[in-house]
């Protein structure tokens, strides 16, 4: 069963650090992998995706990168500022047989607190 | 067009109470799929359901049940609520089950309180 965990629980940083937020995953035959954040009681706001077949995805102060041989995804925050503040969670499609279609892994998240 | 609607955004129960929590998908949308989330840990898978029918269900007591209307709109209901089941719940729609997570979408979820 493909199990996902995030390492560290917390962070804290200066604003204007970069951030490294890590992701390990137990099989690593997955699809893609996605990162998302979310502010404390709110839903999931989508960030970046990956594919399978992708080394890094990047959008804006954000880069992800995979390496499925190794189980890891990182993702890095360049510049931080304090509205970064929130918690950053990655997830992985559930298995490639269509009954697991749908049932994603989620990690438990990192919460991140950017300080002015 | 309209995202993934969840409904109520919040509510609070006694424990031993029945709860109904409704999402309504993207247009055009036929899966819908629910998940909870207890403080501290990321999201659990609960259901899924395509065009009406149950796809999956997760490692979830039979207090938890759901159902998918005509329209695709579904509702998670809980029976004999516990202090345990106070959560967020998410609702997340996509064009049908999908083996990737990119065509799908999530609500804002419905935080739930049982006291």
């Known amino acids: 069963k493909q199990e996902v965990t995030q390492i560290p629980a917390a962070l804290s940083v200066p604003e204007g650090e970069n951030l490294v937020l890590n992701c390990s995953f137990t099989?690593?035959?997955?699809?893609?992998l996605q990162w998302f954040r979310q502010d404390p009681g709110k839903g999931l706001t989508s960030l970046l995706l990956i594919q399978s077949s992708q080394r890094e995805q990047t959008s804006g102060r954000l880069n992800a990168s995979l390496d499925k041989s190794s189980g890891r995804s990182t993702l890095y925050i360049a510049a931080s500022q304090p509205g970064d503040s929130a918690t950053y969670l990655c997830?992985?499609?559930?298995?490639?047989?269509?009954?697991?279609?749908?049932?994603?892994?989620f990690g438990a998240g990192t919460q991140v607190v950017v300080t002015p | 067009d309209a995202g993934v609607t969840q409904s109520p955004t919040h509510l609070i129960k006694t424990r031993g109470q029945h709860v109904t929590l409704r999402c309504s998908p993207i247009s055009g949308h036929k899966s819908v799929s629910w998940y909870q989330q207890v403080l501290g840990q990321g999201p659990q898978f609960i259901f899924q359901y395509y065009e009406k029918e149950e796809r999956g269900r997760g490692n979830f007591p039979d207090r938890f049940s759901a159902r998918q209307f005509p329209n695709y709109s579904s509702e998670l209901n809980v029976n004999a609520l516990l202090l345990g089941d106070s959560a967020l719940y998410l609702c997340?729609?996509?064009?049908?089950?999908?083996?990737?997570?990119?065509?799908?979408?999530f609500g804002s979820g419905t935080r739930l309180t049982v006291v």
């Open positions: 997340a729609s996509s064009p049908g089950p999908l083996r990737g997570l990119d065509g799908y979408t």
């Open positions: 099989d690593s035959a997955i699809y893609n």
């Open positions: 997830a992985v499609p559930g298995g490639w047989t269509t009954d697991s279609w749908g049932k994603f892994q």
